[in-house]
């Protein structure tokens, strides 16, 4: 099973994947039913969570909905720590999650916007590099695991930064490494070898210990949460979360 996952993340193009997945989890989802892991996002149960990742790691995705640890944490982060459930709040998605998509949809206090420049899963084509909406448009922009892929993620957070409203805010999570400063080479086009540097084909940059200090040159304000630290040990292990994952939350700065 880690053997199959990890060659279809490697070689399967991300948009097909985002389409396949979900039929091909729902019989996987009723080989493993059980009541040691829960996900929060879709309350479905399970023995484990299926393994996932290029290197798999046990018990990460959720078979039902798809979710991930950093998807249940962030579920989880929105719904005890923010007014992302209840007050009335104009979202900016980018690269929408399988998880998260009709479920924010389906919240009466959103005016939801899914965008993307090629998920099938997006209603608005869209570059993050030159966002089509005006300044001070969004209260909330989500943008996960999209930084590593994009030609300059300055820019990208200075866009977040123009079309967030005065006191905006956002989630912007990106795999980040036990580096001192982030490994970018812009010469570096091979999609080999841009997987033996940054870890996989597509990514542009392996992102540092710098992380936040980099975003922040956007403009951008950013806090790095420790959330998970505040959740009982018991709340961890249930929601298989990643014990050490930190939350990079976005306000609209200068």
Not at 203 to 219: I, M, N, Q, T
Request: charge should be neutral; charged fraction near 30%; include cysteine.
């Amino acid at each position: 099973m880690k053997s199959a996952i990890s060659f279809v993340i490697r070689y399967i193009p991300r948009p097909i994947l985002q389409t396949i997945s979900p039929m091909v989890m729902k019989v996987l989802s009723q080989l493993n039913r059980g009541n040691d892991v829960e996900c929060p996002v879709c309350k479905s149960q399970y023995k484990k969570f299926l393994p996932y990742g290029r290197v798999a790691r046990e018990n990460a995705l959720c078979p039902s909905c798809l979710a991930l640890e950093r998807h249940r944490l962030m579920w989880l982060f929105l719904r005890e720590k923010t007014n992302f459930f209840t007050a009335q709040l104009k979202v900016l998605h980018v690269a929408p999650e399988h998880c998260f998509i009709e479920r924010f949809e389906a919240l009466q206090n959103l005016d939801y916007v899914t965008a993307d420049i090629e998920s099938p899963l997006a209603k608005v084509k869209m570059d993050v590099h030159s966002i089509p909406f005006p300044d001070d448009t969004f209260d909330v922009v989500f943008c996960n695991h999209v930084l590593e892929h994009v030609d300059d993620d300055i820019l990208a957070c200075s866009e977040f930064n123009r079309v967030l409203k005065p006191n905006g805010w956002g989630i912007l999570q990106s795999p980040v490494y036990p580096l001192e400063k982030t490994l970018e080479d812009k010469t570096i086009t091979d999609p080999a070898e841009r997987e033996r540097i940054f870890g996989q084909r597509d990514h542009v940059r392996k992102f540092g210990l710098d992380y936040a200090e980099r975003l922040r040159k956007s403009g951008l304000q950013i806090e790095e949460n420790q959330f998970v630290k505040e959740l009982p040990l018991e709340k961890v292990k249930r929601y298989a979360l990643a014990p050490n994952e930190v939350i990079f939350v976005c306000r609209k700065g200068n």
